[in-house]
């Protein structure tokens, strides 16, 4: 979810718990697993499960009534702070789904310099959100939680290719499927539209 420009979303740490507050009932009410989520100043970024195809998009509509309102009354604001609407990507299980997780915890730790903006602490073990879903590919990086956190922290020291960060985020604001093609065709057919971008250039004519 992306900020207008100019907008801050944010007015220091107590709205931050604000819009968690919201997202957690929201989440809940929903049925919505969140996974990780960053909390900057010109964007949220969340990875999230939905039980349903439509709960991410209820989860964000809930958030603009029970955060949006609140902020707009205290800010003496109104309209919605959103540059345009939510993208999101349907990911295939396995190394995205883990390369997505640390693109969001980067970008809550980054940002600041520090992890309190987002779910990295969550993950590096140094805090505990009770309320965020574990995921198989964090649990798979090790055998016991110290196991789990110093692999973790590994990945975020090395970060991600600057080609697959901008990867994850363009299909996410483009609201495209990433996985192998079978999987990207399959999302295709259950969506009924187009799951990827087509090739750029005519066709090739057949033999």
């Not at 969340?46 to 439509?54: I, K």
């Not at 640390?102 to 992890?115: N, P």
């Not at 697959?164 to 192998?180: D, K, M, N, Y």
Request: net charge positive.
């Amino acid at each position: 979810m992306q900020a207008s420009p100019g907008v801050e979303l944010f007015d220091g740490r107590a709205d931050r718990q604000r819009l968690l507050d919201a997202l957690r009932q929201a989440a809940t009410q929903h049925h919505v697993a969140v996974h990780a989520y960053a909390l900057c100043q010109s964007q949220v970024l969340l990875l999230a499960t939905p039980d349903e195809s439509a709960g991410v998009a209820r989860v964000v509509q809930d958030l603009g009534r029970r955060w949006v309102a609140t902020r707009n009354r205290r800010a003496g604001q109104v309209g919605s702070p959103w540059s345009r609407r939510y993208g999101a990507a349907i990911l295939e299980p396995g190394g995205d789904v883990l390369d997505a997780l640390v693109l969001v915890d980067l970008w809550g730790s980054r940002e600041f310099g520090d992890v309190e903006h987002g779910s990295a602490a969550h993950h590096l073990g140094r805090s505990r959100v009770s309320w965020l879903a574990p995921l198989r590919e964090y649990w798979a990086l090790g055998n016991t939680p110290f196991d789990r956190e110093l692999r973790y922290a590994q990945l975020l020291e090395a970060g991600l290719p600057e080609h697959r960060s901008e990867q994850l985020t363009r299909v996410a604001r483009s609201s495209w499927a990433l996985g192998s093609p079978a999987f990207v065709a399959r999302v295709a057919e259950q969506a009924g539209r187009p799951a990827a971008p087509r090739r750029r250039g005519r066709p090739r004519k057949s033999p």
